[in-house]
């Protein structure tokens, strides 16, 4: 079995079978964090996912039921993230919960634009992110 997921706006679709993925170390295991890790695409993690931050913004366009629920954690830390929508959450927080099934997530403007804004002075303070 596996879990369909396209990335916007690069419209990318993956296939991913989450039994048999490993863990990358970023992130709660099987959230978008880790399923980026594992396939290349980048997506901000200033704080190495540790739920610290919110560049790890991401925006569910389809397949929400998938993933797990929302943790205060996450909610109270979500909630200073630019451009929030009703869809939002944090890529290493939102664990992909079902094998099966397609999602849409996009990573916002504001976190693709984030290093060219100077994002990466801003966070000196951060944990250095691996790439
Ligand atoms: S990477 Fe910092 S909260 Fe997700």
Redesign the pocket.
């Known amino acids: 079995m596996a879990v369909k997921i396209t990335w916007l706006p690069m419209n990318k679709t993956i296939e991913v079978d989450l039994d048999s993925m490993p863990y990358k170390e970023h992130?709660k295991p099987h959230s978008f964090?880790d399923v980026a890790k594992n396939f290349g695409i980048h997506l901000?993690?200033?704080?190495?996912?540790?739920?610290?931050?919110?560049?790890?913004h991401v925006v569910l366009k389809k397949g929400e039921e998938l993933l797990s629920e929302m943790d205060d954690d996450e909610a109270d830390?979500l909630d200073m993230a630019a451009d929030l929508t009703l869809h939002s959450r944090?890529?290493?927080?939102a664990v992909i919960e079902k094998n099966e099934g397609e999602i849409t997530v996009e990573i916002p403007a504001w976190n693709r634009n984030y290093v060219g804004e100077g994002g990466e002075a801003e966070l000196a303070g951060a944990e250095k992110k691996d790439d």
């Open positions: 992130g964090l901000e993690h200033a704080c190495g996912g540790n739920c610290a931050c919110t560049t790890c830390r944090l890529g290493c927080q």
